[in-house]
T-cell receptor, first 114, second 110 residues
C-alpha cells in the first residue's frame, strides 16, 4: 500500500495563478484533511471531508476550495494564489472521527507564491 | 474553538537524557490527545495518544500524562537517542478534527 500520496511535491506559482493539489489514499478511509504548515505556526486545518461528496471548513479556509468526488481523492484548489499562501501543505486521512482514529499524513507539497 | 499551547519551542538534550514537552488546551470537552513526530522532509506520524479516562500511558521509552483538571498533558521521552531528533506536535480533539500545538523541535546531541 502506498498510503497517502500527494501531487506535486513542489510548485512555484505567480500571484494570481491557480492550481490544484491532489491527495490520494489507498486505505479506504472515510475522512480526509488538508493542513498547511508554516514556521512557528504548527499544523492548521484548511478543509476536511467526512465522506465522498462532503466537505467542511477548518480553521483557515479562506482562499481555498476543495472537492471529494471520489472516496480515495481529496483535491485542494487555489483560485488566485497570494504570497500569504506560500506554505507546506499536508494531506491526511483516517478511518473515522479524529477522536477515535489515527490520522495518516502524506509527504507534503511545498508551494511558493511569488 | 480549541486552542492548544505547546512548550518549549526548542529543546536540546544530550543523548541519554530525558526530554519533556508540555501542552495545555482550552476546551474542557476535548477528550483525545495524540502526539505526532515529524522527521525532516516527511509528514507527521502518530507516536502515542491518550484518552481522557486515562491518566498515563507508556510505550517503551515514551510516555504521556494527562491532567484533565488542569487541562494539560505532557510527553516524556527517556534515554533519548539521536534518532529522536525531530519536531513533535501535541494535539487535542473533541470530535471530528484535531487542533495542533505549534510544535517542539527536539535536538539530541551524541
Amino acid at each position: 500500500n502506498a498510503g497517502v500520496t500527494q501531487t506535486p511535491k513542489f510548485r512555484v506559482l505567480k500571484t494570481g495563478q491557480s492550481m490544484t493539489l491532489l491527495c490520494a489514499q489507498d486505505m479506504n478511509h472515510e475522512y480526509m484533511y488538508w493542513y498547511r504548515q508554516d514556521p512557528g505556526m504548527g499544523l492548521r486545518l484548511i478543509h476536511y471531508s467526512v465522506g465522498e461528496g462532503t466537505t467542511a471548513k477548518g480553521e483557515v479556509p479562506d482562499g481555498y476550495n476543495v472537492s471529494r468526488l471520489k472516496k480515495q481523492n481529496f483535491l485542494l484548489g487555489l483560485e488566485s494564489a497570494a504570497p500569504s499562501q506560500t506554505s507546506v501543505y499536508f494531506c491526511a486521512s483516517s478511518r473515522g472521527l479524529a477522536l477515535s482514529y489515527e490520522q495518516y499524513f502524506g509527504p507534503g507539497t511545498r508551494l511558493t507564491v511569488t | 474553538g480549541e486552542n492548544v499551547e505547546q512548550h518549549p519551542s526548542t529543546l536540546s538534550v544530550q543523548e541519554g537524557d530525558s526530554a519533556v514537552i508540555k501542552c495545555t488546551y482550552s476546551d474542557s470537552a476535548s477528550n483525545y490527545f495524540p502526539w505526532y513526530k515529524q522527521e525532516l522532509g516527511k509528514g507527521p506520524q502518530l507516536i502515542i495518544d491518550i484518552r481522557s479516562n486515562v491518566g498515563e500511558k507508556k510505550d517503551q521509552r515514551i510516555a504521556v500524562t494527562l491532567n484533565k483538571t488542569a487541562k494539560h498533558f505532557s510527553l516524556h521521552i527517556t534515554e533519548t537517542q539521536p534518532e529522536d531528533s525531530a519536531v513533535y506536535f501535541c494535539a487535542a480533539s473533541e470530535y471530528s478534527t484535531l487542533t495542533f500545538g505549534k510544535g517542539t523541535m527536539l535536538l539530541v546531541s551524541p
